[in-house]
Nanobody, 122 residues
């Protein structure tokens, strides 16, 4: 088992930046590939970014490439999502997720946090 707790969400204006954090506890953090997903009101949960176990490789959905950066520190049991140049369409609940077997780019992950709300006003 692993527990994931997100933080860092809030209300910002378009063009602003936010950094989301996800702290893991339980099993060894480095045994999980990590991902960020989001769910906007009335929409399905979608992939945002993912990072491999050691942090060497990251993946992004097209709409956030060049604006968002995922990173991790296995010594701190933490994964971050740096979000720059935020747009109103980035408004959503952002979820941290972990999977021990694969780098997930779809919302089928082993473990999920409860999410943190990001609201971007235009």
């Amino acid at each position: 088992q692993v527990q994931l707790v997100e933080s860092g969400g809030g209300l910002v204006s378009a063009g602003d930046s936010l950094r989301l954090s996800c702290v893991a506890s339980g099993r060894t953090f480095s045994s999980f590939a990590m991902g960020w997903f989001r769910q906007a009101p009335g929409k399905e949960r979608e992939f945002v970014a993912a990072i491999t176990w050691g942090g060497q490789t990251s993946y992004y959905t097209d709409s956030v490439k060049g604006r968002f950066t995922i990173s991790r520190d296995n010594a701190k049991n933490t994964v971050w999502l740096q979000m720059n140049s935020l747009k109103s369409e980035d408004t959503a609940v952002y979820y941290c997720a972990a999977d021990s077997r694969r780098v997930g780019v779809d919302p089928i992950m082993d473990y999920w946090g409860k999410g943190t709300l990001v609201t971007v006003s235009s």
